[in-house]
């Protein structure tokens, strides 16, 4: 899989790493073969603008939960 994250200074791509080669699974910048470094811990920030790209596995469908108070 994987996701884009854009900002007002331009975007950053992150993929899935299925493991395998020295690395371990887990997410990884795009910069991959520069600064191989893990990003699991990377946070979308509220209103942030993203995409998530399916590379493959089984179909879901993804829906905002329903807010617990009003």
Known sequence: DEVTI??????????????GGGYP??????DFLLDPGVADNI??????AFVVKRK???AFNW????????
């Open 6 to 19: 854009y900002t007002p200074t331009g975007q950053t791509n992150y993929f899935y790493y299925v493991g």
């Open 43 to 48: 946070a979308i920030a509220p209103g942030t």
């Open 56 to 58: 493959g596995g089984v």
């Open 63 to 70: 829906s905002l939960p329903s807010p617990t108070t009003f």
């Open 25 to 30: 699974a887990g997410w990884y910048d795009s």
